[in-house]
């Protein structure tokens, strides 16, 4: 069964500086790997995702993720984060061939201004 | 023009009452969702169907039963609220290349 770990509940960083947030997966197969960021309120939006190909992904909004399969990691990055950042972000895992996609518990980040 | 629309967006309403929520997509897609986002946020997957197909069924207390009349509709009913069932229930559905779009979620509340 697969898995996904989000080990930061909170991430503080300030505005301008580059941001991370931590995702660790766990799958049997190959993985198709989801960042999303969920406002107050509001339904999860979708930002990004790894299926094949290129490590590094690139999203909405500026953000990107590298997919590194030795750490079985797909980290969220941004160069250079803006208080409009501030939110809730989730990563989910697929296995490739299952219709299961499960979330992370998330991470709430906090860009101060 | 909403892509996945959820009705409706709040529920307030006494133990033992049954519910329902409706969920419908625009975007042609096959295979839609439901899971429920509890008070700490955490995400849990419920149910999902394949144009009409129950595919996933967690393990969820069958007061909880899906249904999808066609691919672009998928309800969730409730039998006998709990207070444990007080949550945002999500609706979404799967694109082509696997990204989910979700609803806007519908917010039961069971006092």
């Known amino acids: 069964a697969q898995s996904v770990a989000q080990p930061e509940d909170q991430v503080n960083v300030a505005e301008g500086n580059p941001l991370t947030v931590k995702c660790t997966y766990s799958?049997?197969?190959?993985?198709?790997l989801f960042w999303y960021v969920q406002y107050p309120n509001r339904g999860l939006q979708f930002l990004l995702k790894?299926?094949?190909?290129?490590?590094l992904v690139k999203g909405s909004y500026g953000f990107e993720a590298e997919f590194n399969k030795s750490q079985t990691s797909f980290h969220l990055k941004k160069p250079s984060a803006l208080v409009s950042d501030s939110a809730l972000y989730f990563c989910?895992?697929?296995?490739?061939?299952?219709?299961?996609?499960?979330f992370g518990k998330g991470t709430r980040l906090h860009i101060l201004p | 023009d909403t892509a996945v629309s959820q009705t409706p967006k709040y529920l307030v309403t006494q133990m033992g009452n049954d519910k329902s929520i409706k969920c419908e997509q625009n975007?042609?897609?096959?295979?839609m969702y439901w899971y429920k986002q509890d008070s700490k946020k955490f995400l849990k997957i419920m149910f999902s169907y394949n144009n009409k197909e129950l595919i996933i069924n967690e393990t969820v207390p069958n007061r909880f039963s899906p249904k999808s009349p066609d691919k672009a509709h998928l309800n969730l009913h409730i039998n006998s609220l709990e207070l444990g069932d007080s949550a945002v229930y999500f609706c979404?559905?799967?694109?082509?290349?696997?990204?989910?779009?979700f609803g806007e979620g519908s917010r039961l509340t069971v006092l």
């Open positions: 790894y299926i094949t190909g290129d490590n």
């Open positions: 975007l042609g897609h096959d295979t």
């Open positions: 979404a559905s799967r694109g082509k290349t696997g990204e989910l779009f």
């Open positions: 799958v049997s197969g190959n993985p198709y």
């Open positions: 989910a895992v697929r296995d490739k061939g299952d219709d299961k996609i499960i």
